[in-house]
């Protein structure tokens, strides 16, 4: 098939730096629509409206897992590097998704991760130690990028040093690979990333600590029932959720503020009001702004459409947020609202299971960031902003700031 032309662009620089007004046109004209995906080639249902996408977030007709979907012939058969990355909760349905995802949820209840508060503004005071006296930083390498990593890879077992090694290798996972030469690229850092896990886990299997690390290892081995590709695809998944998801609620709340400043000023009044803030901030430009595609794992007859047996679809978690049906004004921040209904961390079985530790972050980063750094501002022209080219992620390439430093 030769390319097609696409009614909707949901990957150009414009349709980046807002996408709001191409998904209200969805939303209004084309709630449910097919057209071809990154490869010019494969139709895929995009969903804009929020009922909708609620509704097929939860409905078991639509799966994650191509085995469920795909006639044995379609199904795409994996390297071994994508079988040692891609065997996680997040790529499997019923029993089997209950089962990985069991094996980890517990250290990610509200009640562990308040725990964690008092390290998690730890990390946050020392990151804004060294940059204060600076008067200017970028925020996401500064800050909002270090916090959430620092924080997951101790609650892993990971040392933390290392952290800019785990950004290289989550982008290989995360970026689109467009070229052959951009594929070679990409599988020389995972299978870099794959050596490193396993002399990772060599290493606590033969003397354990009490983290989540040795814990899997020990259900790897206990039988338990995690397999050596599941033991290494969770771990890929829980150190590069975060990535670029906390980062970016962190950098997209920071930018909303920088152009709000009297917004800006009263929640640093107010620190208590933050963690309704950030549901607010969550719905307006939440990181993720479309869950991974989903399969029809039989025909579906949806809104007028036939969706047919192993057709791809994508749910827009940034257009559903935005749907002036769920929420008044959806263009206009207001932190004041009750946003708790977005679907920004999705929703049914595959609910981000990192939310909790998420929203602590956040809250925390928010603050600290108030608290430290008066009249924090944008430190370039908004015309020099740019996003980076990640489908299905609202990322900025990078965010300088600036703030007053006292002469005193
Ligand atoms: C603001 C930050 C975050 C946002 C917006 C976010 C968003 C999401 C979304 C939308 C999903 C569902 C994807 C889908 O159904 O297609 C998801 C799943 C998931 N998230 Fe997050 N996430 C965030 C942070 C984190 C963190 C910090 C972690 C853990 C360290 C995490 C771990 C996970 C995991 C393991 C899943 C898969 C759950 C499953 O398949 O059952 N997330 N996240």
């Known amino acids: 098939m030769s390319e097609q032309a696409r009614k909707y662009d949901l990957y150009g620089p414009d349709f980046k730096r807002d996408p709001h007004p191409t998904f209200e046109a969805m939303r209004r004209d084309d709630p ?19 009922d909708d996408v609620d509704a097929m977030l939860r409905d078991k007709r639509f799966v994650r897992d191509a085995r469920n979907a795909l006639p044995p012939d379609r199904i795409p058969q994996p390297s071994p590097l994508d079988a040692m990355l891609g065997n996680h909760m ?15 949820s517990q250290a990610f209840t509200p009640k562990r991760v308040a725990d964690l508060r008092p390290r998690v503004e730890a990390i946050a005071s020392g990151l804004l130690d060294d940059v204060a006296p600076r008067g ?3 925020l996401i390498d500064d800050f909002a990028f270090p916090l959430p990593t620092i924080v997951i ?62 814990a899997l290892v020990a259900a790897g081995h206990a039988g338990e029932g995690l397999s050596e590709d599941e033991l290494f695809s969770t771990m890929v998944l829980l150190i590069t959720a975060g990535h670029e ?3 970016n609620l962190i950098a997209n709340a920071v930018l909303a503020l920088t152009r709000r400043p009297a917004l800006r000023d009263a929640l640093a ?44 679809v994508i749910l827009i978690l940034g257009s559903a947020n935005h749907d002036a049906e769920r929420f008044d004004r959806p263009g206009d921040l207001d932190v004041a609202r009750d946003a708790r209904a977005h679907l920004a961390f999705g929703k049914g079985p595959h609910y981000c299971l990192g939310a909790p530790l ?15 750094l008066p009249n924090l501002r944008l430190g370039v022209d908004e015309a020099d902003l740019r996003y980076r080219f990640l489908p299905g992620f609202r990322a900025l390439e990078a965010l300088p700031v600036r703030w007053d430093v006292s002469s005193g």
């Open 90 to 104: 997040l790529n499997r349905d019923g029993d089997d998704h209950v089962r990985l995802r069991s094996l980890v």
């Open 153 to 214: 890879l101790e609650m892993l077992g990971v040392p933390s040093e290392d952290r800019a090694r785990f950004r290289v290798w989550a982008n290989a996972l995360l970026e689109p690979m467009m070229t052959p030469e951009g594929q070679a690229e990409a599988v020389r850092h995972l299978t870099a990333f794959t050596e490193y896990l396993r002399a990772l886990f060599a290493e606590r299997r033969a003397e354990p600590r009490g983290d989540m690390l040795s």
């Open 358 to 372: 998420a929203r602590l972050e956040g809250a925390v980063a928010l603050n600290a960031l108030l608290a430290r």
């Open 136 to 138: 200017e930083m970028d």
């Open 245 to 247: 998801t906390t980062v």
């Open 32 to 50: 449910i629509y097919s057209q071809t995906g990154l490869d010019g080639k494969t139709p895929i249902w995009f969903v804009t409206r929020y």
């Open 269 to 312: 009044a107010d620190p208590d009001a933050m963690p309704a803030a950030v549901e607010e901030f969550l719905r307006f430009d939440g990181p993720v702004e479309r869950a991974i595609n989903r399969w029809a794992a039989e025909d579906v007859e949806w809104g007028g459409h036939l969706i047919r047996r192993g057709d791809p």
